[in-house]
């Protein structure tokens, strides 16, 4: 099966582009991206993941203003064409590749639409190789490679509670592509049960300030070992133009992160937290985060119970759904992973950013024991 970016020098396999390296049904291409403006007044969160040993191309939108979330999801039969990124009324347009692009959500049966797009301040930068431990009776294994981009967003948003002006001034955000192997796709033949309960612990903190940006992501066991983690200092230009390529030079690689978590009673979520980057020079760097709002994350598929990524809903499906923020029960499963956007301080210095939080299962270090147990 050819298609057009077989005419491209960039193969990796003596197979098609079409034709992915992988077995795994667990395969994956997925474009993230979220907004958020400088207040804190709302946040929007956007998803679309190619599924290629699945057949499924999947999408969802989601923003949260005035107290509502609201939700579209949608997912096709994936086309054979790789650079047709649509599902429905939903598609993403490349402008220009790894710097400019257009995410448009047509007027359809949700009241959910939008057109916006990406303005880049930063070039893009990878995070280093993700690979999950692996077990015997493992049922979460990941393998991904992830790059992220700083950025404005412009364009409006409509809902069924009204339109959102999204002034590029005033919403930034980030873009997220990963790539690789991760739990997708409706579970198969689950053979033995585990003998282990499932653990997941992830933070993950860009930050915007005024002449730079911040990045800071890990993840660790379940007695606190941080098996991965990521940060950085990347510069910003007020001018795309000025961006000097794909990658900048002058990104500041950083020698390593800490956190340390105070969580709201009764949940997992953090009510306070403070990051800290150390430099090569022996430098530390701590960065208060005070959340104003937060939005879950099954609003774009994840641990969502219909919705989830990959699990196949026919050719063509898509559905809307809301929720009021304050009505939603912290403790249930489907709730545990949140972004929050976050006030952000260094001293008198005042940044803008997000708090992603996923913590399942137990974690020696903020003492939780099982599943889904809140801090006390």
Same mark, same amino acid.
């Given at each position: 099966?050819?298609?057009?970016?077989?005419?491209?020098?960039?193969?990796?396999?003596?197979?098609?582009?079409?034709?992915?390296?992988?077995?795994? =049904?667990?395969?994956?291409?997925?474009?993230?991206?979220?907004?958020?403006?400088?207040?804190?007044?709302?946040?929007?969160?956007?998803? #679309?993941?190619?599924?290629?040993?699945?057949?499924?191309?999947?999408?969802?939108?989601?923003?949260?203003?005035?107290?509502?979330?609201?939700?579209?999801? &949608?997912?096709?039969?994936?086309?054979?064409?790789?650079?047709?990124?649509?599902?429905?009324?939903? =598609?993403?347009?490349?402008?220009?590749?790894?710097?400019?692009?257009?995410?448009?959500?047509?007027?359809?049966?949700?009241?959910?639409?939008?057109?916006?797009?990406?303005? $880049?301040?930063?070039?893009?930068? &990878?995070?280093?190789?993700?690979?999950?431990? *692996?077990?015997?009776?493992?049922?979460?294994?990941?393998?991904?490679?992830?790059?992220?981009?700083?950025? =404005?967003?412009?364009?409006?948003?409509?809902?069924?509670?009204?339109?959102?002006?999204?002034?590029?001034?005033?919403?930034?955000?980030?873009?997220?592509?990963?790539?690789?192997? *991760?739990?997708?796709?409706? $579970? #198969?033949?689950?053979?033995?049960?585990?003998?282990?309960?499932?653990?997941?612990?992830?933070?993950?903190? %860009?930050?915007?300030?005024k002449d730079r940006c911040t990045h800071a992501g890990l993840f660790e066991n379940e007695h606190a070992v941080m098996w991965h983690w990521d940060a950085m200092v990347m510069p910003t230009y007020e001018n795309p133009e000025q961006i000097p390529g794909v990658e900048d030079p002058r990104m500041q690689p950083l020698a390593g992160v800490e956190h340390q978590l105070e969580f709201i009673p009764g949940?997992? =979520?953090?009510?306070?937290?403070?990051?800290?980057?150390?430099?090569?020079?022996?430098?530390?760097?701590?960065?208060?985060?005070?959340?104003?709002?937060?939005?879950?994350?099954?609003?774009?598929?994840?641990?969502?119970?219909?919705?989830?990524?990959?699990?196949?809903?026919?050719?063509?499906?898509? !559905?809307?759904?809301?929720?009021?923020?304050?009505?939603?029960?912290?403790?249930?499963?489907?709730?545990?992973?949140?972004?929050?956007?976050?006030? !952000?301080?260094?001293?008198?210095?005042?940044?803008?950013?997000?708090?992603?939080?996923?913590?399942?299962?137990?974690?020696? *270090?903020?003492?939780?024991?099982?599943?889904?147990? %809140? !801090?006390?």
């Amino acid at each position: 099966m050819l298609t057009k970016f077989d005419d491209y020098p960039i193969h990796q396999t003596s197979e098609p582009l079409a034709v992915v390296a992988t077995t795994d =049904r667990h395969a994956y291409d997925r474009y993230w991206f979220n907004g958020y403006q400088d207040d804190g007044a709302f946040y929007f969160g956007i998803g #679309a993941g190619l599924y290629p040993n699945l057949g499924i191309l999947d999408c969802g939108f989601s923003i949260v203003h005035d107290g509502v979330q609201y939700a579209f999801h &949608a997912s096709r039969r994936a086309p054979d064409e790789r650079s047709e990124i649509e599902v429905g009324p939903f =598609r993403i347009e490349i402008l220009e590749p790894m710097m400019s692009l257009r995410v448009v959500l047509d007027d359809n049966e949700t009241g959910i639409s939008a057109d916006l797009l990406w303005i $880049p301040r930063t070039a893009s930068f &990878a995070e280093e190789f993700q690979r999950s431990r *692996r077990t015997p009776t493992s049922r979460s294994h990941m393998e991904a490679t992830r790059f992220n981009q700083f950025g =404005r967003w412009q364009g409006e948003i409509r809902t069924p509670g009204g339109s959102v002006t999204i002034d590029p001034a005033r919403v930034v955000g980030t873009k997220d592509r990963s790539w690789g192997i *991760r739990p997708v796709g409706d $579970p #198969a033949p689950p053979g033995a049960p585990p003998l282990e309960m499932p653990q997941v612990f992830f933070l993950w903190a %860009p930050i915007h300030w005024k002449d730079r940006c911040t990045h800071a992501g890990l993840f660790e066991n379940e007695h606190a070992v941080m098996w991965h983690w990521d940060a950085m200092v990347m510069p910003t230009y007020e001018n795309p133009e000025q961006i000097p390529g794909v990658e900048d030079p002058r990104m500041q690689p950083l020698a390593g992160v800490e956190h340390q978590l105070e969580f709201i009673p009764g949940t997992r =979520r953090a009510r306070h937290a403070t990051i800290t980057l150390l430099d090569f020079e022996g430098g530390r760097t701590e960065i208060d985060l005070d959340p104003l709002l937060v939005f879950r994350m099954k609003g774009i598929g994840y641990t969502h119970p219909e919705w989830g990524h990959g699990k196949w809903k026919g050719e063509l499906a898509m !559905a809307g759904e809301s929720w009021k923020v304050d009505e939603v029960d912290d403790l249930d499963l489907t709730n545990q992973h949140v972004q929050q956007v976050v006030r !952000a301080r260094i001293g008198d210095e005042e940044g803008i950013g997000v708090l992603e939080q996923i913590h399942l299962g137990p974690h020696r *270090r903020y003492g939780f024991k099982d599943l889904l147990g %809140p !801090a006390s």
